[in-house]
């Protein structure tokens, strides 16, 4: 009878855990505001080979992935040169 409540507490422990963890593995990512992602956004400005040296030596720190920093600087940069014709366009 023991080792029947000890696997049953074992299997309830182990599901305990992996919904715990579960939360953080389907994490929302970092927001553009968080550090990690501000200092990304410069060195992805820097280039493409900086952008890749940062996010590997952060990744344990901040999570980042280096395809979704540059979609993100992309759209950013996309956005920034929209605003420009924008304004140029008024001012005709």
Request: without cysteine.
């Amino acid at each position: 009878m023991k080792a029947g409540k000890v696997t049953g507490l074992t299997k309830t422990a182990l599901v305990a855990t992996g919904l715990l963890f579960a939360s953080f593995a389907f994490a929302d990512p970092p927001s553009a505001s968080s550090p990690g992602m501000r200092i990304a956004l410069a060195k992805a400005k820097e280039g493409s080979t900086e952008l890749r040296r940062y996010v590997e030596r952060t990744k344990p720190i901040w999570g980042l992935d280096y395809f979704e920093v540059k979609s993100v600087a992309e759209a950013q940069q996309t956005a920034s040169n929209d605003d420009g014709i924008v304004v140029a366009q008024n001012r005709q």
